[in-house]
Each structure stands twice: as structure tokens, then as C-alpha cells.
């Protein structure tokens, strides 16, 4: 009977409601947290295509101004060919010819700009502060290049018996006395520089004329009047460079050649300044060597910087 009674008890007594299952914050996303997950995945993206676009307008930049310049490059090389021909143009192209240049800049210049289909010849031209028209502002001499002029120099001697003889020993190419002299009348001067000995120059005389406006006239303050005769055709075949100021107190010369190596070139050009230099008149006031300029042939002159060619005087002094 309790036992009846105790089950009857929990039959009327009420059932647990079961628990709730819990969410986890994993398990319930709103709608805010979606969106900020979806947000952070593309910021990345975002920055990686900014930067792509970053460098695609940096390209663009470039390119633009790299075929800007390219056009204009070739406007310039238009005008140059326009102005100077084919040829000239060439040589000019990428040059500036208002700058001034190194000795040694200038050289290698030079050099490189050689097209003539010839061995041109390296040229100098020296502005002098002299006054031309005053006859103590004479700037003449000579002066043996050190490496040559790469041209073969013929030379002609007037002498007679055993100095006649010392001159073809020493390599003369032409040797004579009233004979040379006739040859000279009739118009044979096939020579590049005349050499007589002192007891010579009456019949050198007859000839003034003709070797006068040549600039062949022998002269003793060229060495080119001298008993030494022997010296002065071995000194005259390696190769030696006359110069005397014109009229406007220029001095030019040829100093070498532009297949010479920039080595042999430069030697040859800082002797020649050097010769100059020296040749300074007394009674020249101020600046001496006021411009200078170097080309080839037929090539293009570039401006020397004076201030660098003072220095390699004094270095060449020192």
C-alpha cells in the first residue's frame, strides 16, 4: 500500500523542463561581426591593388617622358642634319658646343667624332692677349713634337760641299745650292720645310719671294738657318710644328693626328701650349692665353677651359 502510494506520488509530480541548448559566440554572428570580418579579408586586397595602380601610373610617367625625350632627341638631330648635312650633323649630335671643356675631355672628343674618311689632322687655335699691330708682340718659334706629327716631312737643304753632305747623311730629301734654287723659280717646291746654312742665304735670297708667302723662308731664329744642319733635318723629320700669332693674335697649328692614342695627343698639345707660353712677350700686359679650342679637320671646335690649361702650365713648370 506505501509502495502504491509512493508511485502514485511521482507520477503526479511535474517533469524537469529540459535545459536550453547554450550558443556560443562562434555559433551566433551578427550581422555587424559579418561584416567586419568582410571588411578585414579586403583590406589586403585593396592595398595590393592600390599599390598596382601606384606603379602602373609610375610606369606611365616614365614611358611619357621617356618618349618625350625621345622625340625631342630627334628633333634636335633633325635640325643638326638640316643645318650641317648628314655627316655634320652626326658628328655634333649630343654635343654642346657652348660648354668648356678639359684638355683631356676635349681630346677624347675629338677623337671619337673622326669620321672623315682621311687621318684628320688634330688642331689648336690659341687667343692671345698681345697687340698684333705692335712689333715687340711678335709671337713666333718652333717646337718638336714629342710623339711626331704622323705625316711624312719632306725637306730641302740648301748647302754645298761637306754640310751638303752631313744633310742627306741626316735623311734630306732634296740637297742643292743655285740648282735647288732654279728649281724653286720654276715652280718645283715639293718640299715642306727649307733648311740653309748661314753662307746659303744669298742664294735663298733670290727665292724669297716664293718661299716668303709659303712660310718656308729659312730663318735663324726657327733654327732653320744653322751650320748644324745635321740636327736641324733629323729635328724637322720627327716632326715639329711652326707657329707664329696672326693677325688677330691667333696662333694655330696642326699637333697630331686623330689616330694617335689620347696619350701621344695630349703630349704633343701640352708641349706645343708650353712653346708658346714661353714665347710670351715682355711687353705683353694681362691675361696671355685668353681662348683655346681644339678640333680635327673636319670635325667640330670644342672650347678649352683656360683655367685648366693655366694649371698644366704650371704643372709643366713645376
Keep these: 500500500m506505501a509502495k502504491k502510494e509512493q508511485e502514485n506520488t511521482e507520477e503526479k509530480a511535474p517533469k524537469k523542463a529540459k535545459k536550453a541548448p547554450v550558443e556560443t559566440a562562434e555559433a551566433v554572428e551578427t550581422p555587424a561581426a559579418e561584416g567586419a570580418q568582410s571588411e578585414a579579408a579586403e583590406k589586403p586586397k585593396k592595398a595590393k591593388k592600390a599599390k598596382g595602380e601606384a606603379?602602373?601610373?609610375?610606369?606611365?610617367?616614365?614611358?611619357?617622358?621617356?618618349?618625350?625625350?625621345?622625340?625631342?632627341?630627334?628633333?634636335?638631330?633633325?635640325?643638326?642634319?638640316?643645318?650641317?648635312?648628314?655627316?655634320?650633323?652626326?658628328?655634333?649630335?649630343?654635343?654642346?658646343?657652348?660648354?668648356?671643356?678639359?684638355?683631356?675631355?676635349?681630346?677624347?672628343?675629338?677623337?671619337?667624332?673622326?669620321?672623315?674618311?682621311?687621318?684628320e689632322t688634330v688642331e689648336i687655335s690659341l687667343n692671345l692677349g698681345i697687340d698684333p699691330n705692335d712689333t715687340n708682340n711678335v709671337v713666333r718659334g718652333v717646337v718638336p713634337m714629342p710623339n711626331g706629327l704622323g705625316k711624312k716631312v719632306t725637306v730641302a737643304v740648301f748647302a754645298k760641299g761637306p754640310k751638303a753632305e752631313e744633310a742627306k747623311k741626316a735623311g734630306a730629301d732634296i740637297v742643292g745650292e743655285a740648282d735647288l734654287a732654279d728649281q724653286i723659280t720654276a715652280g718645283k717646291v715639293n718640299f715642306d720645310l727649307c733648311i740653309a746654312t748661314p753662307d746659303m742665304m744669298g742664294v735663298v735670297g733670290k727665292v724669297a719671294k716664293i718661299l716668303g708667302p709659303k712660310g718656308l723662308m729659312p730663318n735663324p731664329k726657327l733654327g732653320t738657318v744653322t751650320m748644324d744642319v745635321a740636327n736641324a733635318v733629323k729635328v724637322a723629320k720627327s716632326g715639329?710644328?711652326?707657329?707664329?700669332?696672326?693677325?688677330?693674335?691667333?696662333?694655330?697649328?696642326?699637333?697630331?693626328?686623330?689616330?694617335?692614342?689620347?696619350?701621344?695627343?695630349?703630349?704633343?698639345?701640352?708641349?706645343?701650349?708650353?712653346?708658346?707660353?714661353?714665347?710670351?712677350?715682355?711687353?705683353?700686359?694681362?691675361?696671355?692665353?685668353?681662348?683655346?679650342?681644339?678640333?680635327?679637320?673636319?670635325?667640330?671646335?670644342?672650347?678649352?677651359?683656360?683655367?685648366d690649361i693655366t694649371a698644366i702650365l704650371k704643372a709643366e713648370a713645376a
Design 55 to 119: 606603379k602602373e601610373a609610375v610606369a606611365s610617367k616614365k614611358d611619357a617622358k621617356a618618349l618625350a625625350d625621345k622625340k625631342a632627341k630627334q628633333a634636335k638631330k633633325h635640325a643638326l642634319v638640316k643645318q650641317f648635312g648628314k655627316r655634320g650633323g652626326a658628328i655634333r649630335e649630343g654635343l654642346d658646343v657652348n660648354k668648356t671643356y678639359t684638355l683631356e675631355q676635349a681630346v677624347k672628343e675629338v677623337k671619337a667624332r673622326a669620321k672623315a674618311k682621311f687621318d
Design 240 to 307: 715639329q710644328v711652326e707657329f707664329r700669332a696672326e693677325k688677330a693674335g691667333i696662333v694655330h697649328a696642326g699637333v697630331g693626328k686623330a689616330s694617335f692614342d689620347e696619350k701621344a695627343l695630349l703630349q704633343n698639345i701640352k708641349t706645343f701650349i708650353a712653346a708658346v707660353n714661353k714665347a710670351k712677350p715682355q711687353t705683353s700686359k694681362g691675361a696671355y692665353i685668353k681662348r683655346a679650342a681644339i678640333s680635327t679637320s673636319q670635325g667640330v671646335g670644342l672650347k678649352l677651359d683656360v683655367a
